[in-house]
């Protein structure tokens, strides 16, 4: 096989067709395949690939999960399946063009120095303002937290030869942040703009909070200084209060004892009881992701294959 394409799916009934005729009428004398990844979709997606499959045995194959695992973990799945010489990762929703797929191959073709082309986004026109504010503002404060860099408006659409497929499966953690393992993993990568289409169907399932919620997981999956923020947040209030307390003792013995200030209190005590919360918070979310990875569940459960050797049920 010399290219799989791996295309997660979570409810997109009215693209499924759509990218499917898309990538056929890119690789017309190419021997590749299609596994699509059905994330736990609610909607008809599921019969809508199978009716594809049944189409196209040669070029389709299906992997069903039991419930929404999220994208990353379909990512995961699709590269255990894959058999191509090349894998490449694309979005359901025609927001990355497949024409963009053959000249990433072409690259690979020509450039057998280069393990990875990864596509970045050429003009970010899709989503709100809001979205790309936080979208810049995060990758900000991920490079300054994390040690590895960080690429601004990098995808997930992207091609690799099959030993950068073998590194990404060798990360089985089960808090998989995509941008943050690509990156991780290092290999010569070639970066290519790409212009973000339109979704032709459905809506976007990474609205506002569930991009918060993942790039908080990048932080923390790929950061452990917020950790030393704790610290550092410590000693600074520690010091300050032993300057003040001799402060305190040097005024008392000059000019005797004062009345207490209650106000100070109050201040000094909401203050230190912040800084407390917030540390046993970032504590807390550490603890979390090593409480879910020590459990070593499984990154994803299969309900069913469809149009592979061995199919399970
Ligand atoms: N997706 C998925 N599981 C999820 C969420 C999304 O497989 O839990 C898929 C989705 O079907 C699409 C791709 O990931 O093919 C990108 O999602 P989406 O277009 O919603 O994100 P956006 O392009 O808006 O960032
Ligand atoms: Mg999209």
Redesign the pocket.
């Known amino acids: 096989m010399k290219l799989t394409i791996l ?6 009934e009215g ?1 499924i067709d759509n990218i499917y005729k898309n990538i056929k009428n890119v690789f017309n004398d190419i021997n590749y395949e299609i596994i699509f ?1 059905n ?1 736990g979709s609610t909607d008809k997606t599921e019969k809508v690939m199978a009716s594809i499959h049944k189409r196209d045995e040669e070029h389709v194959r299906i992997i069903n999960f039991s419930r ?4 990353d973990a ?1 990512i995961y799945a699709g590269l255990e399946h894959s058999t191509g010489e090349y894998t490449a990762i694309i ?3 025609m ?1 990355q063009n497949p024409k963009y797929l053959l000249e990433m191959l072409t690259f690979l073709d020509k450039n057998p120095d280069y393990d990875q082309v990864a596509m970045i986004i050429k003009k970010r026109k ?2 709100s303002l809001i979205k790309r504010t936080f979208a810049k503002m995060f990758y900000k404060i991920i490079n300054v937290l994390s040690d590895i860099k960080f690429t601004e408006d990098a995808s997930d659409f992207r091609m690799f030869r099959e030993n950068v497929k073998a590194a990404i499966l060798s990360l089985s953690e089960r808090n998989r942040f995509s941008k943050g393992i690509f990156s991780w993993i290092g290999f010569n990568t070639k970066t290519m703009e790409y212009e973000v289409g339109k ?1 032709t169907s459905g ?4 609205n506002f909070k569930a ?1 918060f919620k993942y790039a908080l997981e990048g932080i923390i999956g790929f950061s452990v200084k917020p950790l030393r923020v704790a610290t550092i947040m410590g000693l600074i209030t520690s010091l300050s209060g032993f300057i003040y307390l001799i402060y305190i003792i040097v005024k008392t013995i000059i000019l005797g004892v004062d009345t207490p200030g209650f106000a100070t209190i109050v201040c000094v005590v909401l203050f230190i009881g912040g800084i407390q919360l917030i540390s046993i918070g970032i504590l807390g979310e550490y603890l979390s992701k090593t409480f879910i990875e020590t459990k070593n569940r499984p990154i994803y459960v299969t309900k069913s294959k469809v149009g592979f050797d061995e199919e399970i049920l």
């Open positions: 295309v997660p799916a979570y409810n997109e693209n990844i994330d929404n695992f999220g994208k379909a979005d359901a929703d927001e899709s989503g979704r809506v976007t399932k990474f991009s």
